[in-house]
C-alpha cells in the first residue's frame, strides 16, 4: 500500500553536500513513520533519520550524522528529503527510504522499501 521512489544520488566529493529526495504514495501514507537507512559495501544496513509527517517534530538522527544531516518533508508534496552536508568518504553508501507503523533503528522493522540511491563520496 506504500510505495517508495528514491532520488538524487551521485557523485560528490568531500565537503560537498547532497540533497535525496523520497517520493511516497499510498492509501495511509499518513499512518507511517519515515525513515533512511544507508548500507556500504560489506557493511550491514544502518539507521540514518527518521521523519513523522505530523507537524511540530524534530527528525531523529544516527549518531554518526547528526549535526551533518537533515531530515524533512514537504507534505502536499507526499516527499520526505535527506539533505546532506559535509559529506565524508565513509557517507559512501547506498541509501534507502523505508517506511514503518513504529520507529525503529532496525532495518528489520521496516514495512516497505524503496530501491535505493546511490551516494559516493570522493576524497
Known amino acids: 500500500q506504500v510505495q517508495l521512489v528514491e532520488s538524487g544520488g551521485g557523485l560528490v566529493q568531500a565537503g560537498g553536500s547532497m540533497r535525496l529526495s523520497c517520493v511516497a504514495s499510498?492509501?495511509?501514507?499518513?499512518?507511517?513513520?519515515m525513515h533512511w537507512f544507508r548500507q556500504a559495501p560489506g557493511e550491514e544496513r544502518e539507521f540514518v533519520a527518521a521523519?513523522?509527517?505530523?507537524?511540530?517534530?524534530?527528525?531523529v538522527y544516527a549518531d554518526s550524522v547528526k549535526g551533518r544531516f537533515t531530515i524533512s518533508r514537504d507534505n502536499a508534496k507526499n516527499t520526505v528529503y535527506l539533505q546532506m552536508d559535509s559529506l565524508k568518504p565513509e557517507d559512501t553508501a547506498v541509501y534507502y527510504c523505508a517506511a514503518a507503523r513504529s520507529r525503529s533503528d532496525s532495518y528489520l522493522a521496516m514495512s516497505y522499501w524503496g530501491k535505493g540511491t546511490l551516494v559516493t563520496v570522493s576524497s
Open positions: 521523519i513523522v509527517w505530523m507537524s511540530g517534530f524534530s527528525g
Open positions: 499510498g492509501r495511509t501514507l499518513s499512518t507511517y513513520i
